[in-house]
């Protein structure tokens, strides 16, 4: 299994310890450090910047949401960032979800599965370079023909040759359908919230996936990357009260009432009265009541706390569960080299 650091997307401001944990991971190991976005800082600009100095770790969207930016724009970030790194990019995308997208993006969510995968595909299109970028539509026509347009548009393929036509695409996706359609057409699958219970049912989706007729790839070669706040120390119930405000935000915040991906994937971990509490009391502006309600149990379930021996023995049994990488989730420089410490990097198996 291997390691990778996510920073995640900004609060108010600009992280101050990034910077170092970002060296401290190219330092020690890790194999990947990946950025994400919400409606704030972007995916891109953080790798480019950070990123800048490091020379081995690989760089990761996790996710640049599909709404942002055409598939083109995201494909010409990627190989642009691709190009600066020697080669170490690794592209994560997502949908997000309609509260974003139609609230900030000013696009419908309808049809995300069909959305996703015709992003993807113009996204290789333009990777591979073997021939002016179409596509068909509905969702990205290229070139685009419909209300509006001149008539004067014409396919196109990148001016700049991309440095690798294979560059490795990930997908975000935490229900059924999302988590297959990430086996069947892309590189490898970001889980937002894994557990050790769900493992059996997330499984079940990859491979249903990966039987698909033309799918990209098989489980010996796909990666399977799991957020998780690893945190090596002696006193675990003192972290607890840092990651409920977390769990509460998603549960509650990242979402409608109607409609949150977050909180169904908490139900599905058997929470549901909990998520039903917790997102009363954040949509009424109750938070610190709503991360009051967030039980110990579902931080322990989602997050690696504890000293070096239960932190690996954590580890080992998600790694037997099919995880490829983890990606943690650390606060600063110091508890990135104290996770290395506690796992080593690259191994493939940990035991406690």
């Not at 299994?1 to 190219?26: H, I, R, S």
């Amino acid at each position: 299994m291997k390691l990778g650091l996510q920073l995640g997307y900004w609060g108010a401001a600009m992280p101050p310890d990034a910077a170092e944990m970002v060296v401290a991971a190219d330092e020690v190991g890790f194999d990947a450090v990946f950025t994400a976005e919400s409606w704030g800082s972007d995916v891109f600009t953080p790798l480019a910047w950070w990123g800048a100095a490091t020379s081995r770790v690989r760089l990761g969207t996790a996710v640049a949401q599909l709404s942002a930016r055409a598939p083109t724009a995201a494909a010409m970030a990627a190989l642009t960032l691709d190009h600066l790194s020697g080669g170490r990019a690794i592209l994560g995308l997502g949908v997000s979800g309609p509260q974003v997208v139609e609230g900030w993006y000013g696009a419908p969510f309808a049809r995300p599965l069909a959305r996703t995968r015709e992003y993807v595909a113009i996204v290789r299109q333009v990777l591979a370079r073997e021939a002016p970028v179409t596509s068909a539509g509905p969702h990205y026509p290229l070139p685009y023909t419909g209300p509006g347009a001149d008539g004067l548009g014409k396919p196109l393929r990148p001016i700049t040759h991309p440095l690798r036509a294979d560059l490795p695409i990930w997908l975000g996706a935490e229900g059924p359908k999302n988590v297959a359609l990430a086996a069947e057409i892309a590189d490898g699958w970001l889980g937002l919230y894994f557990t050790a219970t769900l493992a059996d049912q997330y499984n079940a989706w990859l491979d249903e996936g990966f039987a698909r007729p033309g799918a990209r790839r098989s489980r010996a070669d796909f990666e399977v990357a799991a957020n998780a706040s690893v945190t090596v120390t002696d006193d675990p119930a003192a972290e607890y009260d840092r990651h409920r405000p977390v769990i509460a935000l998603y549960a509650g915040g990242m979402g409608a009432a109607e409609k949150n991906f977050h909180a169904d994937l908490f139900r599905r971990m058997g929470y549901g009265e909990v998520v039903d509490e917790v997102g009363a009391r954040f949509r009424e502006g109750r938070r610190a009541e709503a991360a009051a309600a967030v039980p110990d149990e579902l931080v322990a379930e989602t997050a690696i706390i504890g000293n070096a021996t239960e932190v690996r023995r954590r580890a080992a049994e998600w790694a037997d569960r099919g995880v490829t990488m983890l990606m943690v989730d650390a606060r600063d420089a110091a508890q990135v080299r104290a996770v290395a410490s506690a796992l080593g990097t690259g191994q493939a198996h940990w035991t406690a």
